[in-house]
Each structure stands twice: as C-alpha cells, then as structure tokens.
C-alpha cells in the first residue's frame, strides 16, 4: 500500500538578513491607549547562521534520504516552479513530508503507571471503550487491559468508560 506523499516545499538554504527592509504600514494610531507602543524596532542578532539539521524519523532514516525517495517516486509538482522569476536568485532546498504509518497513539495509565502496551492507530477513525473483545483495528478495548496493581478505586472509575468515545483523524 503506498502512502500519498505530499510535494516538496523549497525553502532557502541559508538563512540570510536583507539589507534593507520593505516599508510598514503606520499602525501607531491604532493601537488602544492602555498600551505600550516601542518607537523603535531592534534588529535581532541572535539567528543562526546555518538553518537546523533534517529531522531524524523512528526508523532512524534523516529527512534528506526521505526527500530523495519521494523525489524519485514522481510525484505530481504541485509547487511553485523553482525556475520561476520569484526564485532565480534564491539558493532553495525541496523539503518533503510524509504521512506517518499512525495517526494516533494510546498509552493507558492507573495511576502513574502505564498499563499494556501503547495502541497505534492507523485506521481514519476508532473507538476507545471498556470492552474485552477487539474485533478489528479501529477499536482499543480498555477491558483487556489487566493490572496486579489495580486498587478499589480504579475498579469503581472503569466501570464509567462504558462505551467510551470515537476518535477521528481530519487531514
């Protein structure tokens, strides 16, 4: 099954302060009388030279082999063309994003203590209940879930999850 993968946005390589700024727009009217209003704005000094490193996924590859394989899959450019006028004297890098395989993960906890194992959900939507039978993927039964550990008190608020809510992933 492959993933829909979305197309790259460019970005500049380096990070690089104009010389001159565009003109801003007076807004020293509009601003109420209860507050303060600088008369003038510091430059910042404290940007890096160089931009932040590639992410690193779970499976340990970096965003740079990430960018190479979907740029090799073919993907439809939906971006604005880098050989456009806009973009000939910028030095721009295609960064990439992928879909992660889950959408979701659920770690439940008694107090403080984490019990079973953490669910991930790759399913657009699923329901969280105190169940004891999880009939397919898109259900997380807390009903399975058993604690040594587990005290009247928890017993009692378990017995409240019932049929427990329905998540869904927009995107």
Not at 36 to 55: C, D, K, L, M, V
Not at 58 to 64: I, K, R
Not at 98 to 115: D, G, H, K, M, T
Not at 122 to 128: A, F, R
């Amino acid at each position: 099954v492959e993933t829909p993968v979305l197309p790259p946005v460019l970005v500049p390589r380096h990070t690089e302060i104009p010389a001159e700024f565009p003109p801003l727009d007076d807004y020293s009217h509009s601003i109420p009388e209860n507050t303060n209003f600088p008369a003038g704005i510091e430059p910042q000094s404290n940007i890096p030279e160089t931009p932040p490193p590639g992410y690193l996924s779970e499976d340990g590859e970096t965003s740079d082999h990430q960018m190479n394989h979907s740029m090799d899959a073919g993907s439809p450019n939906l971006s604005p063309n880098p050989m456009s006028p806009a973009h000939n004297n910028l030095d721009l890098q295609p960064v990439t994003y992928c879909e992660p395989a889950f959408w979701c993960s659920i770690s439940y906890y008694e107090l403080n203590q984490r019990v079973g194992e953490t669910f991930h959900a790759s399913q657009p939507s699923m329901t969280v209940d105190g169940f004891t039978d999880p009939s397919n993927s898109e259900r997380f039964c807390l009903g399975l879930l058993s604690n040594v550990n587990r005290n009247a008190a928890v017993e009692l608020t378990r017995r409240h999850i019932g049929r427990g809510g329905r998540l869904y992933y927009i995107g």
